[in-house]
């Protein structure tokens, strides 16, 4: 059974900062053999993509979020981050974790408002 487990949403004012995390567990997974991704989904919109991470550490980002947000993985703790800064009410939605377009995790809210 594999889980990915997101972490670190909350409530920030406009130009604050917030950093996500993704711990994955589970038997017969290699977590550093699989891409990871967060995507998010604001109410009444399509779930879209935020970040990316490659094997080998390659990243891309959503144009919304360009020069603001930065993905990065810890092989050793499993662990995906999320650092987002400069956030901006068009931020609020919720953040979900992949891993290999395969797998999700619940979702952790994030709300950017004053």
């Known amino acids: 059974q594999v889980q990915l487990v997101e972490s670190g ?3 920030v004012q406009p130009g604050g900062s917030l950093r996500l995390s993704c711990e994955v567990s589970g038997s017969g997974i290699i977590f550093s053999t699989n891409g990871m991704g967060w995507y998010r989904q604001a ?5 879209e993509l935020v970040a990316r ?3 080998g550490g390659y990243t891309n980002y959503g144009d919304s979020v360009k020069d603001r947000f930065t993905i990065s993985r810890d ?3 499993k662990t995906v981050y999320l650092q987002m800064n400069s956030l901006k009410p068009e931020d609020t939605a919720v953040y979900y974790c992949n891993m290999g377009s395969t797998y ?3 979702g952790t809210q994030v709300t950017v408002s004053s």
């Open 53 to 55: 991470i490659s094997i």
């Open 43 to 47: 109410p009444g919109k399509e779930r």
């Open 104 to 106: 999700w995790g619940q």
């Open 9 to 11: 949403g909350g409530l």
């Open 75 to 77: 092989n050793a703790q």
